[in-house]
Nanobody, 113 residues
Framework: VQLQASGGGLVQAGGSLRLSCAASGSGFRFNVIDWYRQAPGKQRELVASVGSSDTAYADSVKGRFIISRDNAKNTVTVYLQMNSLKPEDTAVYLC???????WGQGTQVTVSS
């Protein structure tokens, strides 16, 4: 049972990135998956969440980020499409499964001005 995040990188302000979180193992199909981010010197922030049919976003990313999920047979993949990126979006992004409190490793997103 693990979460594997990928897709981070360096992008200019106004650009886009798509993050992926692959959840392998049983039990993720009905699990709520979150994307968090943590910037240096700041508290970890909940960015977006996706349940079986609902989504939620932090005010700071609403209208720019879109979270979605693909429930395949053995692997659930959660995507975070990030558009109109700003320098303040720079952070390590981590995915999290609420049931079991499972964290994936982070992926770095850097937005240059």
């Amino acid at each position: 049972v693990q979460l594997q995040a990928s897709g981070g990188g360096l992008v200019q302000a106004g650009g886009s990135l798509r993050l992926s979180c692959a959840a392998s193992g049983s039990g993720f199909r009905f699990n709520v998956i979150d994307w968090y981010r943590q910037a240096p010197g700041k508290q970890r922030e909940l960015v977006a969440s996706v349940g079986s049919s609902d989504t939620a976003y932090a005010d700071s990313v609403k209208g720019r980020f879109i979270i979605s999920r693909d429930n395949a047979k053995n692997t659930v993949t959660v995507y975070l499409q990030m558009n109109s990126l700003k320098p303040e979006d720079t952070a390590v992004y981590l995915c999290h499964a609420r049931i079991g409190n499972i964290w994936g490793q982070g992926t770095q997103v850097t937005v240059s001005s």
